[in-house]
T-cell receptor, first 110, second 114 residues
Framework: DAKTTQPPSMDCAEGRAANLPCNHS???????VYWYRQIHSQGPQYIIH???NNETNEMASLIITEDRKSSTLILPHATLRDTTVYYC???????????FGTGTRLQVFP | DVKVTQSSRYLVKRTGEKVFLECVQD?????MFWYRQDPGLGLRLIYF???????EKGDIPEGYSVSREKKERFSLILESASTNQTSMYLC?????????????FGQGTRLTVV
């Protein structure tokens, strides 16, 4: 299974874009990249996922490099409520098993 | 809305006890998961079930077993609880492959083994 590497922590000013990187250099061609975030005292919440193309939804944008070895989650206008842990996951094509890592703790400051 | 319900929010058990953590989902999802979460270690998958009576080991299955007799219910069993199993336990469910495979999580059970 492809593994992911994320920085343990990042800071971002409120109102600015938060760009969270993820390295998945061993990803296979048919493996999806997922992003989740953890709401305090609750389980993780799905944000977005993608295969090859960039994706955007109401919560965030996902930019996947052409070689698919890394991706970036973009929160376009970070708020204080976005302060939490973000997980980048690679899901193997032949299973629904989701393997989380340790994630990136994003701190949004005023 | 999808609902994943874990039977207890907080649980205190004694070393050596047999512990059952129950999880029920109401959206007819094929897949169900049990994770544990510890500070600095993130979420680690204990077991995964992709159908009734079907299961697959995760990264840390030792000391745990699971049961899925009905599609909506997935139980995590600690055969003989130990203090190193003190943790937050999270259950999740998702639809089958080929779909968005978005996982929905329960509120978690904070288990303390004394």
């Amino acid at each position: 299974d492809a593994k992911t590497t994320q920085p343990p922590s990042m800071d971002c000013a409120e109102g600015r874009a938060a760009n969270l990187p993820c390295n998945h250099s061993t990803i296979s061609g048919n493996e999806y990249v997922y992003w989740y975030r953890q709401i305090h005292s609750q389980g993780p919440q799905y944000i977005i996922h993608g295969l090859k193309n960039n994706e955007t939804n109401e919560m965030a944008s996902l930019i996947i490099t052409e070689d698919r070895k890394s991706s970036t989650l973009i929160l376009p206008h970070a708020t204080l409520r976005d302060t939490t842990v973000y997980y980048c996951i690679v899901r193997p094509y032949n299973t629904d098993k989701l393997i989380f890592g340790t994630g990136t703790r994003l701190q949004v400051f005023p | 809305d999808v609902k994943v319900t874990q039977s207890s929010r907080y649980l205190v058990k004694r070393t050596g006890e047999k512990v059952f953590l129950e999880c029920v989902q109401d959206m007819d999802h094929e897949n169900m998961f049990w994770y544990r979460q510890d500070p600095g270690l993130g979420l680690r998958l204990i077991y995964f079930s992709y159908d009734v009576k079907m299961k697959e080991k995760g990264d840390i299955p030792e000391g745990y077993s699971v049961s899925r007799e009905k599609k909506e219910r997935f139980s995590l069993i600690l055969e003989s609880a130990s203090t190193n199993q003190t943790s937050m336990y999270l259950c999740a469910s998702s639809l089958s492959p080929g779909t968005k495979a978005e996982a929905f999580f329960g509120q978690g059970t904070r288990l303390t083994v004394v």
